[in-house]
């Protein structure tokens, strides 16, 4: 018979059982006499844009509190959820709801990422993160640390991760369909660059700017100047453009894009980065990199390469693919996997095997990768019965990793050598500056 608990000795229970590190075994069943278990109490930071989509993946719990430090935003989420208390501060929400909250959703612009999200987990607060999960490759290793220490459920918002095609192209590289891989490309068609921050506008009455800084150096509010000479404002989402603030495309796109190459080739941490593209600028993020990843032998599996390219770049070895009926395989954004025995070519919905005669009947394996519930509801289902999640701190934490230390070999113009377990670039000092940031007065992590 399962022993009842009360609700806060079943959250702690949970919490203790649970790990970033390995795959626990829950310390009691979920299940009780059919019955449902209690429901989480959630705090959200951020409640606009993808904010508002996470909120919406976890409101089968309760919304207890809400921060924004847009007063509009906020009363809209509100209106949404009107049980949920109202905060501009997320570091005052999380101090008086500490006793009343047992998870925390974190979905501000990339620069409020770790101190948020640590803030949570020395609450010791069950945490979900959208990507990249920080900013700085050491704001990435110490949120895993902490959420390891603290055996707290954590989850990276790389929703895609959750979806059938991607189980679907894992599968196919581990059973072997194309053979060794030692060569990965990554491309999308996006572009950020090109933005100048002005200063002197009106600060907007519903926006409290200050706290919107958060961490980052002050400077009077700003708008973000366009390519056409318009402006556009930095809040809710131009900021991701600026170096202050977001990491360009890579922060935006290759946390979901590399996701799929670490998960099925079991990629951890690069040794050799080396990014090329356009001149850096000092405030805007740019566009039309290529970043070469060099990954070492792991167990039984062989090195790596994995080359990420966007704004328009493109792996060579595209132009010659061809589908079924003899027509290019121009795909805008996508993946390409090279084995020995063959390629597979993906994107977030589909997948097909290269050269298409070679594998014309081909039988794909049978499933062995669990097919997931949703991935918010992996998340709350971990916290409920001290479970781990697909994208916890541990491996989305090295997933950031690599992609922020692409952004630290484009911004330092440097090759770089890394030494993972002791966070260090063995070859420059100049861009070792770059793994992390000061924080302005009040913010810490």
């Known amino acids: 018979m399962v022993q009842l608990v009360g609700r806060r000795e079943f959250l702690r229970r949970s919490s203790l059982a649970a790990t970033t590190l390995g795959f626990p075994v829950p310390l009691f069943s979920a299940v009780r006499s059919g019955s449902a278990l209690e429901k989480l109490n959630i705090a959200s930071i951020g409640v606009h844009n993808q904010a508002a989509s996470n909120l919406k993946g976890v409101s089968t719990e309760n919304i207890v509190a809400l921060a924004d430090i847009d007063l509009d935003l906020l009363?809209?989420?509100?209106?949404?959820?009107?049980?949920?208390?109202?905060?501009?501060?997320?570091?005052?929400?999380?101090?008086?709801?500490?006793?009343?909250?047992?998870?925390?959703?974190?979905s501000t612009p990339d620069h409020s990422h770790a101190p948020a999200a640590a803030m949570a987990l020395k609450l010791k607060k069950h945490v979900y993160c959208e990507k990249p999960l920080a900013h700085t490759v050491y704001e990435a290793r110490r949120l895993?640390?902490?959420?390891?220490?603290?055996?707290?459920?954590?989850?990276m918002g790389t929703q895609i991760h959750a979806e059938e095609n991607y189980r679907l192209v894992v599968e196919l590289v581990q059973s072997g369909a194309i053979g060794e891989v030692r060569e990965v490309h990554v491309w999308v068609g996006v572009d950020y660059s090109g933005r100048r921050l002005i200063t002197g506008r009106q600060q907007p009455s519903h926006v409290d700017w200050d706290l919107w800084l958060g961490p980052s150096p002050f400077r009077p509010y700003c708008e973000s100047l366009k390519e056409d000479g318009s402006t556009i404002v930095v809040h809710p989402f131009n900021w991701r453009w600026f170096w202050d603030y977001g990491t360009g495309s890579l922060g935006d796109f290759a946390c979901h894009w590399m996701d799929l190459p670490h998960w099925a080739l079991k990629l951890r941490h690069p040794s050799r980065?080396?990014?090329?593209?356009?001149?850096?600028?000092?405030?805007?993020?740019?566009?039309?990199?290529?970043?070469?990843?060099?990954?070492p032998a792991r167990e039984s599996l062989p090195p790596v390469t994995l080359k990420w390219y966007d704004g328009g770049n493109k792996p060579g070895i595209l132009a010659k693919l061809k589908d079924a009926k003899g027509e290019?395989?121009?795909?805008?954004?996508?993946?390409?996997?090279?084995?020995?025995?063959?390629?597979?070519?993906?994107n977030y919905t589909k997948?097909?095997?290269?050269?298409?005669?070679?594998?014309?009947?081909?039988?794909?394996?049978?499933?062995?990768?669990?097919?997931?519930?949703?991935?918010?509801?992996?998340?709350?289902?971990?916290?409920?019965?001290?479970?781990?999640?697909?994208?916890?701190?541990?491996?989305?934490?090295?997933?950031?990793?690599?992609?922020?230390?692409?952004?630290?070999?484009?911004?330092?113009?440097?090759?770089?050598?890394?030494?993972?377990?002791?966070?260090?670039?063995t070859n420059s000092a100049a861009a070792q500056q770059l793994i992390h940031k000061d924080y302005r007065k009040g913010w810490s992590l």
């Open 273 to 295: 980065i080396a990014a090329a593209g356009p001149p850096p600028l000092l405030e805007s993020t740019s566009s039309g990199l290529v970043v070469t990843y060099e990954y």
């Open 144 to 155: 895993a640390e902490l959420a390891a220490r603290e055996g707290l459920v954590t989850q």
């Open 351 to 425: 997948h097909m095997l290269l050269p298409v005669e070679k594998f014309a009947g081909f039988k794909p394996p049978d499933p062995f990768i669990p097919r997931s519930i949703g991935h918010h509801q992996e998340w709350i289902q971990a916290i409920k019965t001290g479970g781990t999640t697909t994208c916890n701190f541990d491996y989305s934490g090295a997933l950031s990793e690599a992609v922020l230390l692409g952004v630290v070999s484009y911004r330092s113009g440097q090759t770089l050598q890394w030494d993972a377990p002791s966070l260090s670039i």
């Open 328 to 346: 290019a395989l121009d795909w805008k954004s996508g993946q390409l996997f090279v084995g020995a025995e063959g390629m597979i070519l993906s």
């Open 75 to 106: 009363e809209g989420a509100g209106a949404k959820y009107p049980n949920a208390r109202r905060y501009r501060d997320y570091r005052v929400m999380l101090e008086k709801e500490a006793e009343n909250i047992d998870a925390v959703v974190v």
